[in-house]
Nanobody, 118 residues
Framework: QVQLVESGGGLVQPGGSLRLSCAAS????????MGWFRRTPDQQRELVAL???????NYADSEKGRFTISRDNVANTVYLQMNSLKPEDTAIYYC????????????WGRGTQVTVSS
């Protein structure tokens, strides 16, 4: 059974930092493209950051320079370091694992809440 379990969310003041973790089980995460998405209070779902199986990274424009995605293949875990947090970063953050070959697979975690407020 495949599971992606996010952790590390919480309440933080503007300008603060959080590190989210996505622990994978039932899959070898290094063979997947792993991404962090978020669903904002107005229900929009958007890509935050992506790391490919080859290690390339990509970020949404608003996150460049503030967020860093990384992976620990031994721990089968993907991280999202979030710095200089803003109130508009408030959302539920979801982890996603995707691969296209040899068979298409697409898994989501259940999310972790991040609230940025003073």
């Amino acid at each position: 059974q495949v599971q992606l379990v996010e952790s590390g969310g919480g309440l933080v003041q503007p300008g603060g930092s959080l590190r989210l973790s996505c622990a994978a089980s039932g899959i070898i995460s290094r063979s997947y493209d792993m991404g962090w998405f978020r669903r904002t209070p107005d229900q929009q779902r958007e890509l935050v950051a992506l790391i490919t199986s080859g290690g390339s990274t990509n970020y949404a424009d608003s996150e460049k320079g503030r967020f860093t995605i990384s992976r620990d293949n031994v721990a089968n875990t993907v991280y999202l370091q979030m710095n200089s947090l803003k109130p508009e970063d408030t959302a539920i953050y979801y982890c996603r694992a995707v691969k296209q070959w040899p068979q298409s697979r697409d898994y989501w975690g259940r999310g972790t809440q991040v609230t940025v407020s003073s």
